[in-house]
Nanobody, 124 residues
Framework: QVQLVESGGGLVQAGGSLRLSCAAS????????MGWFRQAPGKEREFVTR????????YYADSVKGRFTISRDNAKNTVYLQMNSLKPEDTAVYYC?????????????????WGQGTQVTVSS
């Protein structure tokens, strides 16, 4: 069982930056690949990025590539999402999620555990 708690969301102007954190409970954090998803009002939850168990491999949606960076600190049971050059279309609730599988996936239903989400609002 893993419990996830996101933090770091807020209101930022276009072009600005935010850093999201996701703290995990439990002693098996390094057994999970971690992902970030987002959901805007009236839209489906969409994949943003994923990082492997060791942190050695990362994968990004085209819409955030070059602007967002995922990282993790297994000693602190935390995964991060550094978001730069933010755009109004990045506005959404951001969720972190944990996946015990090793196969790269963008599908939300293949992640076993989810946080409660943190709101990111980018003003134009």
């Amino acid at each position: 069982q893993v419990q996830l708690v996101e933090s770091g969301g807020g209101l930022v102007q276009a072009g600005g930056s935010l850093r999201l954190s996701c703290a995990a409970s439990g002693r098996t954090f390094s057994s999970y690949a971690m992902g970030w998803f987002r959901q805007a009002p009236g839209k489906e939850r969409e994949f943003v990025t994923r990082i492997s168990r060791s942190g050695g491999s990362t994968y990004y949606a085209d819409s955030v590539k070059g602007r967002f960076t995922i990282s993790r600190d297994n000693a602190k049971n935390t995964v991060y999402l550094q978001m730069n050059s933010l755009k109004p279309e990045d506005t959404a609730v951001y969720y972190c999620a944990a996946d015990q599988g090793t196969v790269l996936t963008r599908r939300p239903d293949e992640y076993e555990y989810w946080g409660q989400g943190t709101q990111v609002t980018v003003s134009s």
